[in-house]
């Protein structure tokens, strides 16, 4: 390629050789009918002008993808010219281990586990794209420390989750699941009893967030009257109604449905002392997260007809990939479960339809991409979020500097003392907790300072990862 510049660039604890080429053709997100969510719309019109940053033949940049991400996705980030690497599964530890030592970008979904352990072997990794809204797969601490920023897609599947529930709300009063699968056994029977409308019924939503809001809205339509609890006051879509505490929510609602993250404090929010204060004869949906609700709990609400039915989406161990693994190998309660009569069982499909994994796609690719590319950590879920104007064209002397460190007094005093050589354009800095985070435009750069100025950075106490772009 031409123009390729070199200069030795540390990535963790190895040094590598990386250079500057770009081609001008390729461009950030080109996909025709491309689905961009709000968050994604910072994208200036100016954009045309800006010139790319790239420090490093492209080519270079290694990107692993796990668990089928949307092949839009895929092909946005192929379109840069980063070597793209993309598996079906998730996969066990060792293997991750093993992979994650070469790679600059992981992309991956809700079952591939990014622990401290797999990630201190991560030593090229600089940045995670969570095909998905969770992000509780991720230690989101460690990696923020270790200068890999994280970024998901917040809302890209939130009506599909919410239009999944609705129909499971139907199916479980209709009792639909139980007597689809007697027709497949070729038996008919015809019954009412404990059969309902949803109309006029109460729907309880824990965690009135993206989702929980969507929910609202749609369950109203049908008729249902709408409570709902959450941490945090809120206001309310339509007519619903927020309660003050868990209790008083499953104490008044017909079908309970969970949309919490999963946290320390949502553990086992669903167990045996809650089923006991749900209606007699309601329905618990956890389409949330697996550790929600303690199974063996629900298994035995169910058995005694404290609840009349419930749809799960979300278990504690989730398998790999597709295939026939749902025995008690996985979970030990998994064949009680089945068993269980008016309980829908679904393979964690919330987010998964075509519209969701499409915008999914797009936006993390395009939020890897400008990462990659330009360092704006806009969107991201552990590093301060910062971003500057792009540099044009025609500043042709420019550089940028990003500098990730630890939030100690002094550090932006000793930054500009190296930087003060040159001119100091615009610059950047914002903090998350323990970590900072700068970016700067300097002109009137010689290339042939760009190596010091990048080794004066790294030399740096409280330096976490440096980087140069031009
Ligand atoms: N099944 C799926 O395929 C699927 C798809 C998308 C999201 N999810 C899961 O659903 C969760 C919710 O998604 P969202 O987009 O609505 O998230 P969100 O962040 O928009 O909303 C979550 C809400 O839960 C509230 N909350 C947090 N802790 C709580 C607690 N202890 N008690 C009550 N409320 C609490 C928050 O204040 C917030 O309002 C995600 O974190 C993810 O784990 C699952
Ligand atoms: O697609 C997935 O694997 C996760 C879907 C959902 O749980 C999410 O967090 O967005």
Not at 14 to 36: E, H, I
């Amino acid at each position: 390629m031409s123009n390729a510049r070199e200069i030795p660039v540390r990535n963790g604890n190895r040094k590598m050789s990386v250079s500057n080429s770009f081609d001008p053709s390729l461009s950030f997100s080109t996909s025709p009918g491309a689905v961009r969510s709000p968050t994604a719309s910072h994208a200036n019109p100016a954009a045309a002008a800006a010139k790319q940053l790239k420090p490093f033949h492209t080519g270079d940049i290694k990107v692993l993808l796990l668990e089928n991400v949307n092949k839009i996705g895929q092909t946005m980030l192929k379109e840069q010219g980063y070597q793209v690497e993309a598996l079906k599964s998730s996969l066990p530890e060792e293997q991750l281990i093993e992979k994650i030592k070469d790679v600059h970008v992981i992309g991956i979904r809700s079952k591939t586990k990014l622990s401290e352990k797999v990630l201190k072997h991560a030593k090229n990794l600089f940045v995670i794209g969570c095909f998905c809204i969770g992000t509780n797969q991720v230690d989101l601490k460690y990696a923020a420390g270790a200068g890999i920023a994280v970024f998901n897609s917040p809302f890209s599947n939130s009506r599909s989750v919410a239009e999944l529930v609705i129909a499971e709300i139907v199916v479980l009063a209709r009792q639909l699941g139980d007597r689809s699968n007697e027709m497949h056994a070729g038996v008919w029977n015809k019954v009412s009893a404990g059969c309902w409308e949803i109309r006029g019924k109460t729907l309880g939503i824990v965690g009135y967030g993206h989702i929980g809001n969507q929910l609202s809205v749609l369950a109203e339509m049908m008729g249902m009257k709408v409570i709902y609890y959450d941490v945090i006051n809120l206001m309310s879509m339509g007519t619903a109604q927020q309660v003050t505490s868990l209790d008083a929510l499953l104490q008044g609602a017909d079908f309970v449905t969970l949309h919490v993250p999963e946290l320390p404090e949502t553990k086992n929010m669903i167990g045996a002392a809650q089923f006991e204060l749900m209606k007699e004869g309601s329905y618990l949906i956890n389409a949330s997260r697996g550790s929600v609700v303690d199974i063996p709990a629900l298994i035995n609400a169910s058995r005694s007809g404290k609840i009349a039915g419930a749809a799960l989406d979300v278990y504690p161990n989730e398998p790999a990939g597709n295939g026939d693994y749902f025995q008690n190998d996985l979970n030990r309660w998994a064949e009680d479960l089945r068993s269980l009569k008016n309980v829908i069982l679904t393979p964690h499909i919330g987010g998964s339809t075509e519209e969701a994994q499409t915008a999914i796609g797009i936006e993390v690719a395009d939020a890897l991409t400008r990462y990659v590319n330009e360092g704006t950590t806009q969107g991201a879920v552990n590093v301060p979020e910062v971003a500057l104007r792009s540099l044009t064209a025609d500043e042709p002397n420019h550089v940028r500097v990003i500098f990730i460190h630890h939030n100690v007094p002094g550090v932006l005093k000793r930054v500009n003392d190296i930087l003060g050589d040159h001119n100091v354009d615009k610059q950047m800095t914002d903090s998350r907790g323990d970590i900072a985070y700068l970016m700067a435009d300097i002109s009137n750069v010689n290339v042939n300072e760009i190596k010091d100025l990048y080794q004066s950075l790294e030399e740096l106490s409280s330096r976490i990862r440096t980087r140069v772009l031009y």
